[in-house]
């Protein structure tokens, strides 16, 4: 099973800017020499990544598109690239709700942000999966959001039992 330093081909969503950008290029600068595959909506950023190193490659992606598009976005990924055998989920977005003027909360908002943060992850490790299958290796999960109360913990348990082994970041990076 693959772990982060001898991962050969690295799918880095919300590479762009901060912790998924930072990862992006730390995991370029592994002495294994990965592939790194970043995406984000941004071209001109990633356009930006990928003049760093050859091994960048990059892949504009917008996660709220919708479950045909990321169903396309995956088999393109496994198709484009059949070595890719970790992701690193760390796009998102995080707005403030103040559920005590319920009348001044955007629902539109609070749509995208869970659509961003919890269903598109969802939604692409479902149709990641079956390559992870038959690679016979777990995928690398990344939680942006504190994951004790959302439906990533089920994921977790249900992959330990059949004896998967997924990983966190950033903390794995430690
Ligand atoms: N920084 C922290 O200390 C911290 C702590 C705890 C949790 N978090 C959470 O971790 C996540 C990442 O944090 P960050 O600081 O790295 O944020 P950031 O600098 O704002 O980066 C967010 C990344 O997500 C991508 N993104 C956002 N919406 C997207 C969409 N619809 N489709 C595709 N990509 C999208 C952005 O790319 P494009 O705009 O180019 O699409 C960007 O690359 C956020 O959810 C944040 O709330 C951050």
Redo the contacts with the bound molecule.
Sequence with gaps: MPNITNAKCVLV?????????ALALAIHDLESHPTVIV????QE??NELCSQGKRIKSVQ?????GRESLRQFAAKMVSEYPELDTVIF?????HTFNFNEPEKIDLDKLE?EL???YI?IVTLITFLTPHFLKLSVSPIPSL???FSNNPWNTYHYRNRRKGFRPLLFPSHLD
């Excluded at 995406?39 to 941004?42: D, L, S, T």
């Excluded at 760390?90 to 995080?94: H, R, T």
């Design positions: 969503l919300g590479a762009t800017s901060g912790i998924g950008r995406a984000g909506r941004r950023r990633l992606i917008d996660s709220t598109s760390s796009a998102g977005i995080q995208a659509g961003t943060n598109s942006p959001q504190d």
